[in-house]
């Protein structure tokens, strides 16, 4: 860190800021983007960093907990973990450096790249530091990049070819959804690429492409590395797109902004950073206020979140190949262990791999397989399954997988047991299952958020003093980003479920050193038959894949839950069988059989 902070020196300041996120708030960031992580050693997707003139402090939450101890070195860098007691967070970081500064009478200059920041983030340190006596300080330049750029030649990062998506997998041309919307700007790159049927491949695991995109009343504006644009995709857009370079971004917004009469920008304060909003800043001061910024979700986010009925059709078909593979790799997983063969957690992610790339129109993986065995199975985010590290007798393992196929994302988890199970492991693993049922058979009327659900998935784990670290629900988006909102369902999501949108359920519990449990499905919110004319909702599932028998203590189950555990598993048998081949049908009916 001695090059940073010498070039922190040169702009005067005491820290410099270096998020998880890329210029468009990406979490999964490009080899080129991933700064933190060069710097820091650390790859969970979550978790930002602070370098001052002497210290420097990585915060996490509790999913990387674990991860951030095995991979940072503490010598150099203090791990804050968030949400526990003595931990503090950025800001009361910064906030107690800044009281330690006041002694000296002097102010804490705080550096970051503002196209790495969101709006919202940045309007928050503004009214936060405000009077604390902290600076905050935009660079032009991003220095963890110049810092790099000493050791080491980038990768390129906007370099792959763009490909398009026909209505007839997306459900809409993209001058229908145009018609829809009047937007400026769209920095969000999940945003753009369905905004435009266009998919690419610049992020790992998620099918998009480096771009900007402006959407005004009578023109819209697709900036990226014009060089990967086929003359095929230029003419599809020529009638309603202008395709521009990802370097005019600035210039092109200034354009569309500098008109004689009032102009009213939508900025989506989440999804767009604080050097679009300087820039808007900029813009409205230079016109006398001629332009009337206005805050709000941008209404983009929420129509690619409901999806269209043949949108919902696409993620059906991909689920049920994802399904199929998860499937037959826990038949392969079975009968390898009662051969008394020897695995390993890399051996679990190679099997699950190779039969997602068997399905028709596998495209890439969603994530990083994670398969974590014993005591690894409690790393929410364990993304590095070790050919060392063996399945052995009496331990969990824990296979969170997803793929990419062509128009649809899918995401799942199940956790199993090699041998037999410990009377913990069995309460534990049941009471996690039933916190997944009771959310998963829920009905529940309009207007109800995710926060509300998922405090009926922890219900049961509360009174057991329980509980875990990540939201109960993700969002999912149709061969895009596998978590997306803004629907979600976890204590922070104030956001209303509506009929379209796909959702994953995945309530845990992980022990460190003992191990971890995760049941995840994918469902697909539905209208359901109303009684009094108001609307009801409720979950359809994506996912049909079995559940470990070993691990259910049935006497727990209500009449109502074990219906639903019957049912589901009925239907896994259902769809499945007639993709199957007989041996595999008969394994299946036999981890099916209803109680």
């Excluded at 330690?100 to 936060?128: H, M």
């Excluded at 690619?304 to 949108?311: F, L, M």
């Excluded at 047991?417 to 913990?424: C, D, M």
């Excluded at 995945?506 to 050193?513: D, F, I, N, S």
Aim: proline share 5%; with cysteine.
């Amino acid at each position: 860190m001695a090059t940073l902070r010498a070039l922190m020196a040169n702009y005067d300041l005491d820290c410099y800021f270096i998020p998880a996120v890329d210029e468009h708030l990406n979490l999964s960031v490009p080899a080129a983007k991933q700064r933190r992580a060069w710097i820091s050693g650390f790859t969970g997707s979550a978790g930002d960093l602070l370098v001052g003139k002497n210290s420097a402090w990585l915060f996490v939450d509790s999913r990387y907990y674990e991860q951030a101890e095995l991979q940072v070195d503490a010598g150099l860098i203090q791990i804050s973990k968030l949400g526990l007691e003595g931990n503090l967070s950025l800001i009361e970081t910064l906030e107690k450096l800044a009281t330690e500064s006041a002694q000296k009478l002097t102010k804490i200059r705080f550096g970051f790249d503002p196209f790495t920041v969101a709006t919202e983030q940045y309007q928050n340190w503004v009214k936060k530091f405000a009077t604390v006596g902290i600076e905050l300080v935009p660079i032009p330049e991003n220095l963890a990049d110049k810092v790099r750029q000493t050791a080491e030649t980038l990768p390129a990062i906007d370099e792959s070819p763009i490909f398009s998506l026909p209505a007839s997998l997306t459900g809409e041309t993209c001058d229908e959804k145009l018609v829809r919307v009047d937007v400026l700007p769209i920095t969000n790159l999940n945003q753009i690429a369905w905004l435009f049927n266009l998919r690419g491949s610049d992020i790992p695991h998620i099918p998009i492409f480096i771009s900007y995109a402006i959407v005004t009343a009578g023109a819209a504006f697709l900036l990226t590395n014009l060089e990967r644009v086929s003359p095929e995709i230029e003419q599809e857009l020529a009638a309603a797109v202008t395709l521009l370079p990802y370097s005019d971004y600035p210039s092109t917004l200034e354009l569309c902004l500098n008109l004689p009469k009032q102009v009213r920008v939508l900025l989506d304060a989440k999804h767009s950073t604080a050097g679009t909003y300087q820039l808007l800043l900029n813009q409205q001061k230079a016109s006398e206020n001629k332009i009337e910024i206005v805050f709000q979700l941008n209404p983009v986010e929420g129509m690619k979140a409901r999806k269209n009925p043949v949108e919902i059709e696409q993620m059906k078909s991909a689920n049920f190949k994802a399904s199929r593979a998860k499937t037959l790799t826990l038949k392969w997983l079975s009968e390898q262990l009662e051969n008394g063969n020897v695995l390993t957690e890399f051996d679990v992610k190679e099997s699950i791999e190779s039969f997602y790339q068997q399905e028709a129109d596998f495209h890439i993986l969603t994530f990083r397989t994670i398969a974590g065995a014993g005591a690894n199975s409690s790393i929410v985010h364990y993304g590095t399954p070790s050919p060392e590290i063996t399945l052995k007798p009496g331990e969990l393992l824990l296979l969170d997988s997803g793929a990419q196929y062509l128009a649809g994302t899918t995401d799942d988890t199940r956790t199993m047991i090699v041998g037999e199970p410990t009377a913990q492991q069995i309460e534990h693993y049941t009471t996690v299952l039933i916190a997944h049922i009771n959310c998963a058979m829920q009905q529940f009327p309009k207007g109800t958020t995710g926060s509300q659900l998922d405090a009926i998935a922890r219900a049961v784990l509360w009174q057991q003093q329980l509980d875990y670290g990540h939201g109960t629900g993700h969002g999912v988006g149709a061969f895009l980003a596998g978590h997306e909102g803004p629907n979600g369902i976890s204590k922070f999501v104030q956001y209303p479920l509506e009929p379209g949108m796909v959702t994953s359920i995945e309530p845990g519990y992980y022990e460190p050193g003992w191990g971890g449990i995760r049941l995840e499905n994918l469902y697909v919110v539905r209208e359901m038959p109303s009684k009094n004319g108001t609307a009801w909702y409720g979950f359809e599932p994506l996912t049909y894949i079995p559940f470990e028998q070993k691990l259910i203590n049935v006497d727990r189950l209500s009449t109502t839950q074990l219906q639903w555990l019957n049912n589901y598993h009925a239907s896994v048998v259902e769809k499945l069988s007639p993709v199957l081949d007989a041996a595999t049908i008969t394994w299946l009916k036999k981890a099916c059989t209803a109680y």
